[in-house]
């Protein structure tokens, strides 16, 4: 199992967002520094390798009550 904390990378990748030629990704980028934190496993299955993944973010387009 591993644990990531997304935040320092998406820091290292803010400066290419300045760039004219990153302006078009704004929005992935955008989407991305609301990822909270990234989990994976890794398993073995009767001879198969299983793996799952999860991301940690708000929902999109929730309405605040």
């Given at each position: 199992?591993?644990f990531?904390?997304?935040?320092?990378?998406?820091?290292?990748?803010?400066?290419?967002?300045?760039?004219?030629?990153?302006?078009?990704?704004?929005?992935?980028?955008?989407?991305?520094?609301?990822?909270?934190?990234?989990?994976?496993v890794?398993?073995?299955?009767?001879?198969?390798?299983?793996?799952?993944?999860?991301?940690?973010?708000?929902?999109?387009?929730?309405?605040?009550?």
């Amino acid at each position: 199992m591993i644990f990531l904390d997304p935040r320092p990378f998406v820091e290292k990748l803010m400066p290419l967002v300045a760039h004219d030629w990153a302006v078009a990704a704004h929005g992935p980028v955008e989407r991305l520094k609301q990822v909270r934190s990234v989990a994976a496993v890794v398993g073995f299955d009767h001879g198969k390798m299983r793996e799952t993944d999860f991301v940690a973010m708000p929902q999109m387009g929730a309405e605040k009550s």
